[in-house]
T-cell receptor, first 116, second 113 residues
Framework: DQQVKQNSPSLSVQEGRISILNCDYT??????FLWYKKYPAEGPTFLIS?????DKNEDGRFTVFLNKSAKHLSLHIVPSQPGDSAVYFC???????????????FGKGTKLSVKP | DSGVTQTPKHLITATGQRVTLRCSPR?????VYWYQQSLDQGLQFLIQ???????AKGNILERFSAQQFPDLHSELNLSSLELGDSALYFC????????????FGEGSRLTVL
């Protein structure tokens, strides 16, 4: 039973356009959400996070939106660049409920391809 | 380069065998995490250590064990290996206990034949 779901295994976007990656979760106790990016033959790298007390967090070209009522979050990349081509993982934790913040529940990832 | 070093990068072994994966965290990081990524799966949390003590356990099999040594490096021991244990095993570290911003190593790819 997947608690964090990324329903799109892949996404292809033209350079300069917006990339929108989606993530759904089922556990109401999740209160901290993160996005990680992974290139081939490398470990995941932290990209951006959001606490459940917010609905938006922005860092440069990357913005994460959280809709708690829908249990949905999305990552927007604007403008998309070829170097953004990677696998993006959504992750969640329940830190307020005694969960360790490093005990992350990951989705299966979405492979983003940005075409020049 | 995340600063987290994992060895070996690749390992091929047979069913029933035992292997040890090693992880050196970033300098100064006290917390170490182990994650498993099987084919077409997301990363699954196995276990966390903080300054030598076990702090959280995930879906880690009883055949698997880990420890963190006084110099803060960590080892993940996998025994009585089965075909289904073939996976990429990631180690991650963080400076504190309470952060989800982890620094991952490149992973150790285990193949059980």
């Amino acid at each position: 039973d997947q608690q964090v779901k990324q329903n799109s295994p892949s996404l292809s976007v033209q350079e300069g356009r917006i990339s929108i990656l989606n993530c759904d979760y089922t556990n109401s106790m999740f209160d901290y959400f993160l996005w990680y990016k992974k290139y081939p033959a490398e470990g995941p790298t932290f990209l951006i996070s959001i606490s459940s007390i917010k609905d938006k967090n922005e860092d440069g070209r990357f913005t994460v939106f959280l809709n708690k009522s829908a249990k949905h979050l999305s990552l927007h990349i604007v403008p998309s660049q070829p170097g953004d081509s990677a696998v993006y993982f959504c992750a969640a934790s329940a830190r307020s409920y005694g969960g360790s913040q490093g005990n992350l529940i990951f989705g299966k990832g979405t492979k983003l391809s940005v075409k020049p | 380069d995340s600063g987290v070093t994992q060895t070996p990068k690749h390992l091929i072994t047979a069913t029933g065998q035992r292997v040890t994966l090693r992880c050196s965290p970033r300098s100064g990081d006290l917390s170490v995490y182990w994650y498993q990524q099987s084919l077409d799966q997301g990363l699954q949390f196995l276990i966390q250590y903080y300054n030598g003590e076990e702090r959280a356990k995930g879906n880690i099999l009883e055949r698997f064990s880990a420890q963190q040594f006084p110099d803060l490096h960590s080892e993940l021991n996998l025994s009585s290996l089965e075909l289904g244990d073939s996976a990429l095993y990631f180690c991650a570290s963080s400076p504190t206990l309470n952060t989800g911003e982890l620094f991952f190593g490149e992973g150790s790819r285990l193949t059980v034949l």
